[in-house]
């Protein structure tokens, strides 16, 4: 059943939550929602399987949620702050959290903002180079807001197909605006488990981030970008990294 916890500006974040052991917050990437991401992926079933809960919101701007215009409204620790805004509303102390591609930014920003909510993280999909940070801002605006097809066919690819699904488009643009050049960095302390797809060049270079923090490194073979959530090796390796 879906619920919603209201920020102290206004923004409610939908989310919804399967109770169990040792619940795991599961947060998407841009342009998706938790239902896409999380549930027609089998990772909420797996979660259940395994006796662990499950809350999956739909991040400020996607989903159910609502989407505020302003670049400022999307800045990592915005995103971060409704999160922990849906915890406080089911009165969760701390959690497991796995994030994917963008939400593994949001992710990082939850571990500054509030170590202490945090048991372990697994980040998946994101490298030490920001995506957005590529991209021309401009062109991005000159696509969502007059149609004008920009040279760069990567964000022809993900916010094209955002847009023709029928996303808000003001809202694609400003998350966009307010995530570019996200940092990856998580909180000392925090045990992290880093996970690419082999054939995915969105990541690339996660890997030395994982040596150089000591921590867990899973490269997903001939994975891309769209496909690593539902390798076979992905769930069992994040469910026996967080036990």
């Known amino acids: 059943m879906t619920d919603f916890a209201r920020r102290l500006d206004g923004v409610r974040i939908a989310y919804d939550f399967a109770p169990g052991d040792r619940p795991t917050l599961l947060v998407h990437g841009f342009a998706s929602t938790a239902d896409a991401t999380w549930r027609r992926t089998g ?3 797996a979660l259940g399987e395994a006796g662990r809960g499950a809350i999956t919101p739909d991040l400020r701007g996607h989903g159910r949620s609502d989407k505020p215009h302003r670049a400022a409204d999307y800045a990592p620790r915005q995103l971060a702050a409704d999160l922990v805004a849906v915890l406080d509303q089911l009165e969760l102390d701390q959690v497991d959290v796995i994030g994917y591609s963008m939400g593994s930014r949001v992710v990082a920003a939850l571990s500054r903002l509030a170590p202490e909510r945090i048991r372990k993280i697994v980040l998946g999909g994101a490298g030490p180079l920001e995506l957005f940070a590529t991209w021309d801002l401009d062109a991005v605006r000159r696509f969502v807001i007059d149609g004008v097809i920009p040279d760069d066919p990567t964000i022809t690819a993900v916010v094209g197909a955002a847009v023709n ?3 808000d488009r003001l809202a694609l643009l400003a ?3 307010g995530v570019a050049g996200a940092s990856l960095d998580v909180a000392p302390g925090l045990p992290v488990l880093y996970v690419a797809g082999g054939a995915d060049p969105i990541p690339v270079g996660v890997d030395q981030v994982a040596r150089a923090r000591g921590a867990g490194y899973l490269e997903l073979p001939g994975r891309t970008h769209l496909n690593a959530l539902a390798s076979p090796q992905f ?9």
């Not at 769930?235 to 967080?242: D, E, I, N, Q």
């Open 43 to 45: 990772w909420v079933a």
């Open 165 to 167: 699904a029928g996303a």
């Open 235 to 243: 769930t069992p390796a994040a469910l026996a990294f967080l036990a």
């Open 175 to 177: 998350c966009v605006q």
